[in-house]
T-cell receptor, first 109, second 112 residues
């Protein structure tokens, strides 16, 4: 089976940094994705990691350690528009992305 | 042009009715999916088609029947709707098994 865990909620101040952790135990591994989902909207792609290490893309970075079954998404210089749910998802190679329950990030002024 | 489009966006219907949700993608992707997102925001896969062939069929009541007339379309028909079917249903597509998905905007189904 698939087990993907991430915190339910996080709150941070505008301009700050927030790190969202994700741990996973899956039957296979072909990459880890992070998606952003604003309320009432579709999830949109943020990042993809298949090898260990850090991938940086503007204000967002994502890290992966396959041996530890661990990833994090780092959001820097937080803006109000970053208030959303962040979904960790693992591709286990059989045409299926398995999602965590999502972390709701609230950015306060 | 919208990459993955699904209709309708909202659907309110009575228990026992039969309804369909349609999905179309213009990305040329080979694989399409239906996901259900419940009130706790948890996204769970229901079905997947690759080049019109059913490849994933999770534990879903057989009242739910997907149909893929071609690789650009994947529809979802639901018979005898129940209160517990109320959720947001997302269609998605991908190119191959190791790539991320592009999601449609979702269909919010409310069964009353």
């Amino acid at each position: 089976g698939q087990n993907i865990d991430q915190p339910t909620e996080m709150t941070a101040t505008e301009g700050a940094i927030v790190q969202i952790n994700c741990t996973y135990q899956t039957s296979g591994f072909n990459g880890l994705f992070w998606y952003q989902q604003h309320a009432g909207e579709a999830p949109t792609f943020l990042s993809y990691n298949v090898l260990d290490g850090l991938e940086e893309k503007g204000r967002f970075s994502s890290f992966l350690s396959r041996s530890k079954g661990y990833s994090y998404l780092l959001l820097k210089e937080l803006q109000m528009k970053d208030s959303a749910s962040y979904l960790c998802a693992v591709n286990n190679g059989d045409y299926k992305l398995s999602f965590g329950a999502g972390t709701t990030v609230t950015v306060r002024a | 042009d919208t990459a993955v489009s699904q209709t309708p966006k909202y659907l309110v219907t009575q228990m026992g009715n039969d309804k369909s949700i349609k999905c179309e993608q213009n990305l040329g992707h080979d694989t399409m999916y239906w996901y259900k997102q419940d009130s706790k925001k948890f996204l769970k896969i229901m079905f997947s088609y690759n080049n019109k062939e059913l490849i994933i069929n999770e534990t879903v009541p057989n009242r739910f029947s997907p149909k893929s007339p071609d690789k650009a379309h994947l529809n979802l028909h639901i018979n005898s709707l129940e209160l517990g079917d109320s959720a947001v249903y997302f269609c998605a597509s991908s190119q191959g098994s190791i790539y991320g998905y592009t999601f449609g905007s979702g269909t919010r189904l409310t069964v009353v």
